[in-house]
């Protein structure tokens, strides 16, 4: 497996505000995703972040509203943009090591008031 | 697309007896089928995962049935232990098709001492 990091863990922000969280991967992978997990749901993609090349977005979701960056192996960001309270969500990046299997980082719990 | 249903919802056990968590899927073309644990205040992680090529596998108290027929899985833990209380999603997804994990709605395991 790989080790995740995120940042921040957790926020809270006013809405109409933006907040951009951090993935950090310790070695370098191929994919990156972004997820989101309403309170008590289940995980829903967001989009797949290329390395060099625009985010790959699912549909739903809008590179409007969630700027992806990838500039490099390691890293990526995904940011909330111009929040309002149906936001409030964990936002869950992950990576893929080998063929299809997916590694989740701890999360960024956001509360929107 | 794919659909995962997930049952059942909620699971209460005494410590040390057997849990069983089912998901069944929509697309015969699904080939891969892993199963995530998600702590309170955590990220989801991988606990056992298996292919289609498989009808089982087991992990000391974990194990994972797979009937393709019928197009449904089962997680199996066995000797529950309080720790193992969390919430476990099921997923479904082709291989060699990263991104492309479809979750179950969770089921949320309570082991009671």
């Known amino acids: 497996s790989a080790v995740i990091s995120q940042k921040p863990s957790r926020d809270i922000c006013q809405r109409g505000t933006s907040l951009t969280i951090q993935c950090q991967v310790d070695?370098?992978?191929?994919?990156m995703f972004w997820y989101r997990q309403q309170p008590g749901q289940s995980l829903t993609l967001i989009a797949t972040?290329?390395?060099?090349?625009?985010?790959?977005?699912e549909s739903g979701f809008v590179i409007d509203k969630f700027p992806i960056s990838r500039p490099n192996l390691t890293f990526s960001t995904l940011t909330v943009s111009n929040m309002s309270p149906e936001d409030s969500s964990i936002y869950l990046c992950?990576?893929?090591?080998?063929?299809?299997?997916?590694?989740f980082g701890p999360g960024t719990r956001l509360l929107v008031l | 697309g794919e659909n995962v249903e997930q049952h059942p919802s909620t699971l209460s056990v005494q410590e040390g007896d057997s849990a069983v968590i089912k998901c069944t899927y929509s697309?015969?073309?699904?080939?891969?089928f892993p199963w995530y644990k998600q702590e309170l205040g955590k990220g989801p992680q991988l606990i056992i995962d298996?292919?289609?090529?498989?009808g089982e596998k087991k992990d000391q108290r974990i194990a994972v049935t797979l009937n393709k027929t019928a197009k449904h899985f089962s997680l199996h833990i066995t000797e529950t232990q309080p720790e193992d209380s969390a919430v476990y999603f099921c997923?479904?997804?082709?291989?060699?098709?990263?991104?492309?994990?479809?979750f179950g709605k969770g089921t949320k395991l309570s082991v009671k001492p």
């Open positions: 992950s990576v893929g090591l080998h063929q299809e299997t997916q590694y």
């Open positions: 697309d015969s073309a699904s080939n891969y």
């Open positions: 298996i292919r289609s090529n498989v």
């Open positions: 972040a290329n390395q060099g090349s625009e985010a790959t977005y």
């Open positions: 997923a479904a997804s082709k291989v060699r098709s990263q991104g492309n994990l479809i």
């Open positions: 070695s370098q992978v191929t994919m």
